[in-house]
């Protein structure tokens, strides 16, 4: 009876299972469906929108340096996050935050010979770089 009443729960709320870190496939649509509107709700309308997310993860992973997240969330949401990112509640910013985890992490994965790509040309060996395409 309450896995039922569970089941419905979810059913009723939209519910989106989160997936776990290790995962390397792209964001489902219903991921993204569920990403794409709380970009948009962000105060100040200066949050990334999907395609600019995809392509500012795309050049973060092509660069030399690690990043972590709390260098570039500021820039994905157009400002500090506590300031831009009203969540309702500490599950939905786990949400959020995993999801573009997740799409970081696929980017990576689709890109994977960029960020040695990009190693290379930061040491200034970009005919050699050239040949790892």
């Known amino acids: 009876m309450p896995s039922r009443i569970l089941a419905e729960a979810k059913a009723r709320l939209g519910y989106i299972p989160m997936r776990t870190f290790t995962q390397n496939d792209p964001l489902t649509d219903a991921e993204l469906d569920r990403l794409e509107p709380f970009l948009k709700s962000v105060k100040g309308d200066r949050a990334m929108n999907i395609e600019e997310l995809d392509g500012f993860f795309a050049a ?14 500021s820039e994905v949401f157009g ?11 500490l599950g939905e910013a786990n949400e959020i935050l995993g999801l573009m985890r997740t799409d970081l992490v696929a980017e990576r994965e689709r890109h994977g010979a960029g960020q040695r790509l990009g190693a290379r040309l930061h040491a200034g060996h970009g005919h050699e770089a050239r040949r790892l395409g």
């Open 60 to 73: 973060l992973i092509a660069g030399p340096e690690t990043v972590m997240p709390s260098e570039y969330y």
């Open 79 to 89: 400002g500090e996050m506590s300031e831009a990112c009203e969540f309702g509640s």
